[in-house]
């Protein structure tokens, strides 16, 4: 019999109480007859959603959006407060992996022991424990202490065990930010081949990559509540959306990509289109329009617009500007709107890209915007900064070898 | 997963799919305890039997109570049952809560980790029962049919143990005081349970509260399986089985409502 879903949330959330200060007995007596002057939190609410069995499933969010909470509630850790989680079959969750390794033990009983915390009997740890040992590739140091370990090959083991557990639903936290280049790879691979073996997969992570390689839906999570839930590449762009909202909005009304700082020029707004829609996720090559909107209040001579596109890392990769546009002055009052057309020839990543306006040639700036964030899937295999759409040639030279 | 409770059935249910999680856990916590120290598992035998033979020394010499079978195995019979709980109950006590990191991640019923304290500190007390019994044959006591009732006794005790193990653990993630308050009890407790003295020997005044101790119930019985029990230690049977039965109705009320937000709290 196959079962229709593997997860499902009906309506679930949770709230969280938050305790004062005092723990005391006695002014926690008080607070019961008191009446409780307890708060609480919802750290998720009003949560549906259905796995089938085999889907690899995102979740993303920013930080405190209550992608932890949902990942406990999968995990059986935390009940919910309100509706239903039902998850079938066994889970093995990846929260933080080695969970319950102990130091002082080998290795070998390690595996052991995280394998039975993980639901696993003795005789089924018997069989897996070569192809643990084979995958962590700690063969060598199986009897040592864990503590004689590097943090790498706990992590390498922890995560072996796990996923040789072959659970049904697989619940992967931030652990796919740990280890080297291969070991990820390696991952990736496994966990390719546990899914399309049947495995349910959720991947709670920040590695869009990560999301966007594995998953073909993702939910998006901000303070508790579902913004997205579907497409990945969708839930990457509003994630981009979100991520331009300051963390403690202070003034709710200033439109995204608005002007910081002048009284010569306001930027009104900034925004990046693909195909004249309102977008955040790009595939390498698109051409993207980014349009800037500036009212001017004093009339400027030579205003010139310029962007900069930084990646992750702040680096600027690229700048540029309307000087040889060359508009001779614009009317104190008036609105000019400049639209940007490039390629998005760019690796996968988050970008930022900011909207600043000049006066003159090498005359001072007189705003910026703040900056618009977007996500872009690179091209498979391409490495680096930039994605200089290379073409490739490979001949054989005639003659005798 | 609806709602916060969970069903006794199901909890039962849990906790014996994970039976092979606690014996895990206890093998490993016991094991771990003494494999840095040079002499290894002789301290699990070794302390309580210094403590007790310091106690032996102390109450024989100094302040001179007169026992039927010789003190020294009058007071270990006692102290065997006495050490495993006091022990066990210090520890368990704080189980879910020390073993957060854990908890907090993974799912399996939280009375497991109570419970598994209860196991680990049994395999240190099955090597005291036999020093017990050897210490009965070297004094000259013998051992006698009535030694069957050593099983009942350990069932008791462990019955008695564990479910205010069960019961302190859940409170203690609530109200981190319980860890104290178990510690100070127990230094009265040691004084109102009949380890140093027969149930027989106690004076008018805290006759009722030795009597009502859920665990001179089990010291008598541990007594009667050896040295012979003191008069009049039948009823504290009963007192202690009630109170056995008692602590784990409440056990189960807490780990019913609370199993599945604890780590809530973690």
Known sequence: MTAAFAVRLTDAGKRYTKYDDNPLLVSSLRHVRAGSRRSTLWAVRNVDLEIPPGECFGVIGRNGSGKSTLLQMLAGVTAPTEGRVQVRGRVAPLISVGVGFHSELTGRENVYLNGTILGLSRAELDRLFDDIVDFAGVERFIDTPVKFYSSGMVVRLGFAVAIQAQPDVLVVDEVLAVGDFAFQLKCFERMTAIRDAGTTIVVVTHNLNAVRRLCERTLLLHDGVVQHLGDTTEALSRYHALLDTPEEPEDETAPLGASVGSDAVTIESTDLRLQGRSTRALDAGDVAEVEVRARFHDTTAEPIFGFALRNEARVPVYYDDTTLLAVDKVEGGRVLTCRMRVPANLVTGSYTITAMVRSGFDGPELTHSTPLSFYVAGRPIVHGIVDLHASFEVTEEPGLP | ?266
Request: with cysteine; glycine share 8%.
């Open chain 2, 1 to 266: 997963m609806e709602g916060e409770a969970t069903t006794l059935r199901r909890l039962g249910a849990e906790l014996w799919a994970s039976r092979s999680l606690i014996a895990m856990l206890a093998r490993k916590d016991f094991f771990v305890r003494y494999r840095r120290a040079s002499f290894g598992l002789l301290w699990a035998v070794g302390l309580p039997v210094f403590q007790a033979a310091v106690l032996a020394v102390v109450f024989s010499q100094v302040v001179r109570i007169e026992t039927g079978p010789p003190y020294v195995v009058f007071l270990f019979a006692a102290y065997v049952p006495w050490s495993y709980f006091s022990l066990t109950l210090g520890a368990a006590a704080t189980a879910i809560v020390d073993n957060s990191g854990l908890a907090s991640k993974i799912y399996f019923p939280r009375a497991a980790l109570p419970l598994t304290t209860v196991l680990t500190n049994l395999y240190g007390s099955a090597v005291t029962l036999a020093v017990l019994l050897g210490l009965t044959v070297a004094y000259g006591v013998g051992i006698g049919p009535a030694v069957v009732l050593l099983v009942p006794a350990v069932a008791l005790l462990v019955m008695l143990t564990g479910s205010m193990s069960l019961l302190a653990s859940a409170t203690h993630v609530y109200f981190r005081d319980v860890r104290y308050v178990t510690q100070a009890a127990m230094t009265v407790w040691f004084y109102v349970t009949p380890v140093l003295y027969p149930l027989d020997r106690v004076p008018g005044g805290i006759a009722p509260l030795v009597k009502l101790n859920p665990m001179t119930g089990v010291v008598e019985l541990f007594r009667a399986a050896t040295v012979g029990a003191d008069p009049g230690w039948l009823p504290t049977v009963a007192v202690s089985v009630a109170w056995s039965l008692a602590c784990l109705a409440g056990a189960l009320v807490l780990h019913r409502r609370y199993d599945r937000v604890f780590a809530d709290l973690l």
